[in-house]
């Protein structure tokens, strides 16, 4: 894997939507587990969604606070994972980024050092 570029964070009010995008380039597994953290100003980095991909099939998961809210996917052919979120809150404020483990998934995926490869970032800040 060459790199990892997320794009399409923002500024949005409280119960807007933003998608997330995490283009990866040298990329040549099908079968990966890739996961979105974020990060937001005094706290650590922490989960919040993350897909594995077996024999074609995908399978996704979510922290507590955006469950229900924030949808995981991937385009294959694209090489890029999204980030769906929808009624967003003041506490999502945060940079966001995208990670993939790298061909070997090790479990649980909400652990950061699961993952080998990360991306620089992008800022999404919601007001009230």
């Known amino acids: 894997i060459s790199q990892l570029v997320e794009s399409g964070g923002g500024s949005v009010q409280a119960g807007e939507s933003l998608t997330l995008s995490c283009v990866i380039t040298g990329y040549t597994y099908s079968a990966d587990c890739m996961g979105w953290f974020r990060q937001a100003p005094g706290k650590e980095r922490e989960a919040v969604a993350w897909i594995l991909t077996r024999e074609g099939v995908s399978h996704s998961d979510y922290a507590g606070p955006v469950k229900g809210r924030f949808t995981v996917s991937r385009d294959n052919a694209e090489n890029t994972l999204f980030l769906q979120m929808h009624n967003m809150k003041p506490e999502d404020t945060a940079m966001y980024y995208c990670?993939?483990?790298?061909?070997?998934?090790?479990?649980?995926?909400?652990?950061?050092?699961?993952?080998?490869?990360w991306g620089q970032g992008t800022q999404v800040t919601v007001s009230s």
């Open positions: 990670a993939v483990a790298g061909g070997i998934c090790y479990f649980p995926l909400a652990q950061l050092k699961n993952y080998r490869y």
